[in-house]
């Protein structure tokens, strides 16, 4: 046989593919979007405190946080994963048993909210001063400006990259094999493992590959999309944006004169 | 305009405000009165402490040393969040909240300040929005309005909390030659209606028209204040009639 259908066989075998998609759609996924919706959930809740603290005027707050965030962004995932998945274990098992995905959930949210801490900091700290000026000089406390005017127009300045995050996670989520999973904890990736070590083929395994991209490649149009929507308000006003003197002449009834751009 | 905006305006005094930032003595014992429906415009040369100033009165930024009162009672010991819903302020760069249309700026302090449900929060907008002339933007967002709009967005939000004083730093100057005017004609009706009003600007043709008081502030004191017709025409101080020589 020639080296290249060699390789077309070694990846592309639809038979080892057919055989693997039922258990890949009715456990893999499944668990691999618990994994990833759960970790991102708890993440980015984490990781918007961390932020909120990353900013804070007090330094009990400000340390603690870039301590965890140096930390958690800086070792492995897989040493992380292991070090709570397996360190906790005990703990684990006296509160919810032997599963393993709780603290696989936790560890990949610990990693995601340093991550995403940052993103959410950034966005938050580019938002002009002026706006919690304005907001403070209408009679908002801290808390409140921060909550509903600066947190909201800093995170959706950051929406790429949080996805980016999010993309991430959807992959590590993968990791959580290490810490043992029965057949009906698998998640994608494991399955299609399990496939190319038993059949000695890859193809199992390049569809564990289709199915992430399946899942991270529309996420990130879906929050362009969003993120379109966000910064110019909903299509309906839309028209506005490309015919601004029109809707400006038309629509501004009591307008002084000359008052129009 | 008349009725919506003022029934409750009140006298505002700042009595020997003092306030450094480290070495730089930004103001070095402010006084100035402004009576219950007067208009007082602060004029000066930049870096006089003009903004400063307006700052500290609504606690903005806290002075150091002295007393701001409202209706004559001292507020310094007031709840600054408390107090900010009684004191309007407008900006020079508008401060609008661009993630939000303009009817939701000016909804949003009423819904969770004034506690109004949202179809009498909406009214109320709706009907200052008017009152400055935009109402058919209601829907867009700040940024696909003229800065002149966005000002007078800017206006009706403070007014909608209905406020007992005004403050206005520099209103028009960022605003296009053009866009001037509308602005204006806004916060000339505003002191025509009987808010109390403090005004820094630049603008000396509103300061000569519309003010009650003009106050000359340079290097962090008022150095004169009296009626327009003193200050523009019989100005006793070389240092405001050098600024005024400047800017006439």
Same mark, same amino acid.
């Given at each position: $046989?020639?080296?290249?259908? =060699?390789?077309?066989?070694?990846?592309?075998?639809?038979d080892? $593919?057919?055989?693997a998609?039922?258990?890949?759609?009715?456990?893999?996924?499944?668990n =691999?979007?618990?994994? /990833?919706?759960?970790?991102?959930?708890?993440? =980015?809740?984490?990781?918007?405190l961390?932020?909120?603290?990353?900013?804070?005027?007090?330094?009990?707050? *400000?340390?603690p946080?870039?301590? !965890?965030?140096?930390?958690f962004?800086?070792?492995?995932?897989?040493a992380?994963?292991?070090l709570?998945?397996?360190?906790l274990?005990?703990?684990? $098992?006296r509160v919810?048993?032997?599963?393993?995905?709780?603290?696989?959930?936790?560890?990949?949210?610990?990693? /995601?909210?340093? !991550?995403?801490?940052?993103?959410?900091?950034?966005?938050? #700290?580019s938002?002009?001063?002026? #706006?919690l000026?304005?907001a *403070?000089?209408l009679?908002?406390s801290?808390?409140?400006? $921060?909550?509903?005017?600066?947190?909201?127009?800093?995170?959706?300045?950051?929406l790429?990259?949080?996805?980016?995050?999010?993309?991430?996670?959807?992959?590590?989520?993968?990791?959580? !094999?290490?810490?043992?999973?029965?057949?009906?904890?698998?998640?994608l990736?494991?399955?299609? #493992?399990?496939y190319?070590?038993?059949?000695?083929?890859?193809?199992?395994l390049?569809?564990?590959?289709?199915?992430?991209?399946?899942?991270?490649?529309?996420?990130?149009?879906?929050?362009?999309?969003?993120?379109? *929507?966000?910064?110019?308000g909903r299509?309906?006003?839309?028209p506005?944006?490309?015919?601004?003197?029109?809707?400006?002449?038309g629509?501004?009834?009591?307008? =002084?004169?000359?008052? *129009?751009? | 305009?008349?009725?919506?905006?003022?029934?409750?305006?009140?006298?505002?005094?700042?009595?020997?405000?003092h306030?450094?930032?480290?070495?730089n %003595?930004?103001?070095r014992?402010?006084?100035?009165?402004?009576?219950?429906g +007067?208009?007082?415009?602060?004029i000066g040369?930049?870096?006089?402490g003009k903004?400063?100033?307006?700052r500290t009165?609504?606690r903005?930024?806290?002075?150091? %040393?002295?007393?701001?009162?409202?209706?004559? &009672?001292?507020v310094?010991?007031?709840?600054?969040?408390?107090?900010r819903?009684?004191?309007?302020?407008v900006?020079q760069?508008?401060?609008?909240?661009?993630?939000?249309?303009?009817?939701?700026?000016?909804?949003? +302090?009423?819904?969770?300040? %004034?506690?109004?449900?949202?179809?009498?929060?909406?009214a109320?907008?709706?009907a200052?929005?008017e009152?400055?002339?935009? @109402?058919?933007r209601a829907?867009?967002?700040?940024?696909q309005?003229?800065?002149?709009?966005?000002?007078?967005? @800017?206006?009706?939000?403070?007014?909608?909390?209905?406020?007992?004083?005004?403050?206005?730093?520099?209103?028009?100057?960022?605003?296009?030659?053009?866009?001037?005017?509308?602005?204006?004609?806004v916060?000339?009706?505003?002191?025509?209606?009987?808010?109390?009003?403090v005004?820094?600007?630049h603008?000396?043709?509103f300061?000569?028209?519309?003010?009650?008081?003009?106050a000359?502030?340079d290097?962090?004191?008022?150095?004169?204040?009296?009626?327009?017709?003193?200050?523009?025409?019989?100005?006793?101080?070389? &240092?405001? &009639?050098?600024f005024l020589?400047?800017?006439?």
């Open positions: $046989m020639d080296p290249l259908s =060699t390789l077309w066989e070694t990846f592309f075998d639809a080892a $593919m057919r055989e998609l039922p258990e890949m759609l009715t456990v893999g996924l499944p =691999t979007l618990i994994l /990833a919706v759960s970790a991102a959930l708890l993440g =980015t809740v984490f990781g918007l961390l932020a909120v603290a990353g900013i804070s005027r007090s330094r009990w707050l *400000r340390w946080a870039r301590v !965890y965030t140096d930390v962004r800086g070792l492995p995932a897989a992380t994963i292991l709570i998945g397996v360190g274990a005990p703990l684990g $098992m919810w048993g032997p599963d393993p995905y709780p603290l696989g959930i936790l560890a990949l949210s610990l990693i /995601a909210a340093a !991550y995403i801490g940052e993103i959410f900091r950034s966005g938050i #700290q938002v002009e001063a002026t #706006q000026e304005g *403070r000089a009679g908002f801290w808390a409140d400006a $921060m909550r509903l005017v600066i947190i909201p127009q800093g995170i959706r300045r950051v790429p990259a949080w996805v980016n995050q999010l993309i991430a996670l959807i992959k590590d989520s993968s990791l959580v !094999y290490f810490l043992g999973l029965v057949a009906s904890q698998r998640e990736f494991r399955i299609g #493992q399990d190319a070590a038993t059949t000695g083929n890859e193809s199992a390049l569809l564990a590959g289709l199915f992430y991209l399946a899942l991270t490649v529309p996420l990130t149009h879906v929050v362009n999309a969003i993120d379109r *929507r966000l910064r110019h299509p309906a006003t839309a506005d944006d490309e015919d601004e003197d029109v809707a400006l002449s629509v501004t009834d009591g307008s =002084t004169e000359g008052d *129009r751009r | 305009m008349t009725t919506l905006a003022t029934t409750t305006s009140v006298s505002l005094e700042a009595r020997d405000v306030l450094a930032f480290g070495p %003595r930004v103001l014992g402010v006084d100035l009165t402004v009576p219950r +007067a208009t007082a415009c602060v040369p930049s870096g006089s903004s400063t100033l307006l009165l609504n903005l930024i806290e002075p150091d %040393r002295g007393d701001v009162l409202l209706d004559g &009672r001292s310094l010991r007031d709840d600054p969040d408390a107090l819903q009684r004191v309007g302020m900006f760069q508008f401060n609008l909240f661009p993630h939000l249309s303009v009817l939701r700026n000016i909804t949003l +302090a009423l819904r969770r300040l %004034r506690k109004l449900g949202e179809d009498e929060a909406v109320v907008a709706r200052h929005l009152l400055v002339g935009i @109402a058919g829907d867009s967002r700040p940024a309005l003229s800065g002149g709009q966005q000002q007078r967005v @800017a206006i009706a939000r403070a007014l909608a909390l209905r406020p007992e004083v005004m403050l206005f730093d520099e209103a028009t100057s960022a605003l296009d030659p053009e866009l001037v005017k509308g602005v204006l004609g916060m000339a009706d505003l002191s025509a209606a009987g808010m109390t009003m005004v820094v600007t603008e000396m043709g300061a000569r028209h519309v003010a009650d008081t003009v000359f502030m290097r962090g004191v008022v150095l004169e204040a009296g009626p327009p017709e003193r200050i523009f025409e019989g100005a006793e101080h070389p &240092r405001l &009639r050098r020589a400047q800017v006439l």
